[in-house]
């Protein structure tokens, strides 16, 4: 149900590996790879599923040797994080005089996070950043409705990205169609390939179980459903009991403040557990780098969820950028220099500091 869930159950996961070709050889895929080292690997494949999101078109346009294209509208999507602008924990959804609804949202404890527009993207998917226009229009919709007003200074972190969604037809982007399809096809050699187009966080688990139907009718096996009411990996509690777990959480570390176990549960739920490990004090959490982020964070997450850089750690796992300076991030930075050259990393099998072999098989 994610990678971390995908790796208990068996399989392996290779970040930053791009695929750079893919063709058919009876009835097989044989798959190359690209890491980030440059090294190349090769793999083969008894179905191969394309799940590219926004790049969905390049692999079947470019990449995967005689695929049929898939036509996307790539629709840019842009939020924006503000100072908190109310005390209270509930959203507000402002209806826009352009028929859009947009969200303000408490963030990250101290922060407000608005969004969100739909612009056609035109530009690489390699940069996707906020239009100066976008800005303006989100601290429109929220000066036409609060009280306070915000303007651009008051913008502390930005964040976009592209929506790639299935044409349609439909003119106008907010009307696009938010649901996915799914595409199966075989190539001239018998090779099955399936394509992912569009989808949404909210419907991933039925997705994916529509894929894997697929996936099982190429490979001729049949197999249940069964992610409905899975938790994923830390979330093995009663949501409705969220304050108690994180109760409980300090109760075990008592030296932890409310907003620190606050953010570990609500990030890792139980498994905040193994990052804490038998620390009875900050001290015992190793280096601190600001905010309440500390080296058994760090290490947790570059050994379980493979982050690899500064910006996995502050921003996409989490997003204690938020809260770091510039000179604690640059410390942050050499810290983690340091550690991938441990002498002992590469034996984390399954984390960014795994190492990885060259030829696999995979299906
Ligand atoms: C602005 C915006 C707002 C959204 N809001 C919501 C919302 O409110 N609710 C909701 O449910 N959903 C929302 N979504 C949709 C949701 O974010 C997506 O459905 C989801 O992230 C798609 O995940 P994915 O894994 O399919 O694709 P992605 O997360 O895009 O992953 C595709 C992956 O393919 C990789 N890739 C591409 N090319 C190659 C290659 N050649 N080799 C190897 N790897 C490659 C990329 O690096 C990337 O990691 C929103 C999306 C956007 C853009």
């Given at each position: 149900m994610n990678a971390q869930d995908a790796v208990e159950k068996g399989a392996k996961v290779l970040p930053r590996h791009e695929v750079t070709s893919v063709r058919g050889e009876n009835g097989v895929w044989v798959i190359e790879t690209r890491d980030r080292d440059s090294k190349k690997h090769r793999f083969q494949a008894r179905v191969l599923v394309n799940a590219a999101g926004p790049w969905v078109s390049n692999l079947t346009d470019s990449v995967i040797d005689g695929a049929v294209s898939r036509s996307m509208r790539l629709i840019r999507g842009?939020?924006?994080?503000?100072?908190?602008?109310?005390?209270?924990?509930?959203?507000?959804?402002?209806?826009?005089?352009?028929?859009?609804?947009?969200?303000?949202?408490?963030?990250?404890?101290?922060?407000?996070?608005?969004?969100?527009?739909?612009r056609e993207h035109q530009e690489s998917l390699?940069?996707?950043?906020?239009?100066?226009?976008?800005?303006?229009?989100?601290?429109?919709?929220?000066?036409?409705?609060?009280?306070?007003?915000?303007?651009?200074?008051?913008?502390v972190w930005s964040y976009s990205a592209v929506r790639p969604l299935f044409d349609d037809g439909n003119a106008d982007a907010k009307s696009i169609t938010r649901d996915y399809r799914i595409t199966s096809e075989t190539d001239g050699t018998g090779a099955p390939l399936i394509s992912v187009l569009g989808g949404k966080i909210t419907t991933y688990r039925k997705l994916a179980e529509d894929v894997l139907s697929e996936?099982?009718?190429?490979?001729?096996?049949?197999?249940?459903?069964?992610?409905?009411?899975?938790?994923?990996?830390?979330?093995?509690?009663?949501?409705?009991?969220?304050?108690?777990?994180?109760?409980q959480l300090k109760q075990d570390y008592p030296f932890l403040s409310n907003s620190h176990a606050h953010r570990l549960m609500r990030l890792y739920g139980s498994l905040s557990r193994e990052i804490l490990g038998d620390a009875m004090t900050y001290g015992e959490l190793g280096r601190f780098f600001g905010g309440n982020l500390y080296e058994n964070e760090v290490r947790y997450l570059m050994e379980r969820e493979w982050a690899m850089s500064v910006e996995d750690i502050l921003w996409r796992r989490t997003k204690?950028?938020?809260?770091?300076?510039?000179?604690?991030?640059?410390?942050?930075?050499?810290?983690?220099?340091?550690?991938?050259?441990?002498?002992?990393?590469?034996?984390?099998?399954?984390?960014a500091l795994a190492g990885s072999s060259t030829v696999q098989s995979a299906t």
């Amino acid at each position: 149900m994610n990678a971390q869930d995908a790796v208990e159950k068996g399989a392996k996961v290779l970040p930053r590996h791009e695929v750079t070709s893919v063709r058919g050889e009876n009835g097989v895929w044989v798959i190359e790879t690209r890491d980030r080292d440059s090294k190349k690997h090769r793999f083969q494949a008894r179905v191969l599923v394309n799940a590219a999101g926004p790049w969905v078109s390049n692999l079947t346009d470019s990449v995967i040797d005689g695929a049929v294209s898939r036509s996307m509208r790539l629709i840019r999507g842009s939020h924006i994080v503000v100072p908190r602008l109310y005390a209270h924990d509930r959203c507000y959804l402002l209806q826009n005089s352009d028929d859009r609804i947009v969200f303000v949202i408490p963030y990250e404890e101290n922060f407000s996070l608005i969004g969100t527009t739909d612009r056609e993207h035109q530009e690489s998917l390699n940069q996707v950043t906020i239009s100066n226009d976008e800005a303006q229009y989100l601290c429109a919709s929220v000066n036409d409705y609060f009280n306070s007003s915000i303007s651009l200074e008051d913008i502390v972190w930005s964040y976009s990205a592209v929506r790639p969604l299935f044409d349609d037809g439909n003119a106008d982007a907010k009307s696009i169609t938010r649901d996915y399809r799914i595409t199966s096809e075989t190539d001239g050699t018998g090779a099955p390939l399936i394509s992912v187009l569009g989808g949404k966080i909210t419907t991933y688990r039925k997705l994916a179980e529509d894929v894997l139907s697929e996936v099982n009718q190429a490979l001729g096996v049949t197999s249940e459903g069964w992610t409905g009411s899975s938790p994923l990996p830390g979330g093995s509690f009663d949501f409705l009991r969220f304050d108690n777990e994180v109760e409980q959480l300090k109760q075990d570390y008592p030296f932890l403040s409310n907003s620190h176990a606050h953010r570990l549960m609500r990030l890792y739920g139980s498994l905040s557990r193994e990052i804490l490990g038998d620390a009875m004090t900050y001290g015992e959490l190793g280096r601190f780098f600001g905010g309440n982020l500390y080296e058994n964070e760090v290490r947790y997450l570059m050994e379980r969820e493979w982050a690899m850089s500064v910006e996995d750690i502050l921003w996409r796992r989490t997003k204690e950028g938020l809260n770091l300076s510039d000179s604690e991030v640059r410390t942050l930075s050499n810290f983690l220099k340091e550690i991938i050259n441990e002498p002992d990393s590469s034996s984390n099998d399954g984390g960014a500091l795994a190492g990885s072999s060259t030829v696999q098989s995979a299906t």
